[in-house]
């Protein structure tokens, strides 16, 4: 019989290791810090370059290019941990893992020492801009559009809800660009420079609590030389998805993070509240919902751990099918537990002194974002089950 460590199932020596060193080091922050930085609108640099220096936000990244050699699987345990301890780093999912990803699968190699490095070392960050306000979840409705003028690209186009941007160096955007074959729009990525000329941002007001801010951008004749494109000009779609699976991989992470803590301190006040003989987790009425609770993040867990090994594995694919339902499966189990959790402390869930009243907005966004679980749903029923379109 093989050592049951050798299976995917079960975690190595390595990833235990690492998820203990990642969870030590969230524990010294928790979401006190994490609470404290939202309500001074600050952002979370302390935290974002520790976890630089001990070489976790480029675990994923190539080690040529200064980061840890790894794959999406160590840097989702990194995530599903600081969000366990209270404090996720919204940015993990969109700089290295998104951006990070695409560059290092198909940027040129002036692209990859340009950005690489800065991203593993926690330096230079970048966002993601795909969704538009008129497009929503059909990508095939984008608008933004980039012609050739000379040996330079021009952009025109709308994004919205796009995190980070003001403290991202750059913001990696999904433009389309004609076919010259057969006249046809197709994806392609562009790295915008956050000061680029004609490039704008504001603020989308949010009834979230959260760090990271999200924005509308415009970019108004946006000029880039040619070398802004990443990839080939003729397999924008690959280069797409390459991005979008560990996105939802990540997503699935932080929403795992998010309900184990919510778990973590339903847990630990049914253990001690007590309002009549026994503490009230003795009641079945409550200990039974938590039970649930833990049953379903554990099982989305293993659906996140099977997404993140075949796309290490190179299986995008197979990936993408998994990725969608791990995300799906992690936002479900994150929202049913974070509910459960409020519920369980009555009042005191509401309060700002537990901390988990917020999380009621935040597991949400794990079912919307970046794709909603109707969209996933669509995705497994046409391409898992075989069964016709609607749309």
């Known amino acids: 019989m093989s050592n049951a460590l050798s299976n995917p199932v079960i975690e190595s020596e390595e990833h235990r290791a690492l998820r203990a060193a990642v969870a030590a080091l969230a524990k010294r922050y928790g979401r006190e810090y994490f609470a404290t930085v939202v309500a001074e609108g600050r952002h979370t640099d302390e935290l974002w370059q520790e976890a630089a220096k001990a070489g976790y936000l480029g675990v994923n990244l190539p080690e040529e ?161 040619a070398d802004a494109l990443v990839g080939d000009q003729d397999a924008g779609l690959l280069q797409l998805f390459a991005g979008l699976n560990p996105e939802r991989i990540m997503t699935a992470a932080f929403a795992l993070g998010m309900g184990r803590y919510a778990l973590a301190r339903a847990v630990d006040y049914a253990r001690t509240r007590q309002v009549w003989k026994e503490p009230i987790g003795a009641h079945q009425a409550l200990a039974h919902p938590l039970a649930q609770c833990h049953i379903e993040l554990e099982l989305a867990a293993l659906m996140m751990r099977k997404a993140a090994l075949l796309y290490d594995a190179g299986d995008d694919m197979a990936a993408g099918e998994a990725a969608n339902m791990a995300k799906y499966a992690a936002a479900e189990a994150a929202v049913h537990t974070v509910d459960q959790a409020v519920h369980t402390l009555g009042g005191n869930g509401l309060t700002r002194e537990y901390g988990l009243a917020s999380l009621v907005t935040a597991a949400r966004v794990a079912r919307i974002a970046p794709v909603s679980r109707e969209m996933i749903l669509n995705f497994v029923s046409h391409q898992s089950l075989g069964l016709p379109k609607s749309y």
């Open 65 to 225: 290019y200064g980061g840890g050699g790894a794959g999406i699987t160590e840097l989702s345990l990194v995530l599903e941990e600081l969000g366990a301890a209270g404090c996720p780093l919204l940015m993990l999912v969109v700089s290295p893992a998104i951006c990070g990803t695409v560059i290092a699968r198909f940027g040129t190699e002036e692209q990859k020492r340009t950005w690489l490095p800065g991203l593993a070392d926690g330096s230079r960050k970048m966002a993601f801009g795909i969704t538009e306000p008129d497009a929503g979840s059909n990508s095939h409705r984008i608008t933004t559009t980039a012609r050739k003028e000379g040996g330079d690209w021009v952009l025109n186009g709308r994004k919205i809800f796009v995190s980070g941007v003001d403290i991202a160096d750059a913001t990696l955007i999904v433009g389309r660009t004609e076919d010259a074959g057969t006249g046809k729009l197709k994806p392609c990525l562009f790295i915008v420079p956050r000061e680029a000329p004609g490039f704008g941002r504001s603020p989308v007001a949010m009834e979230l609590a959260a760090p990271e801010k999200q924005f509308e951008l415009t970019l108004d004749d946006v000029r880039l030389p």
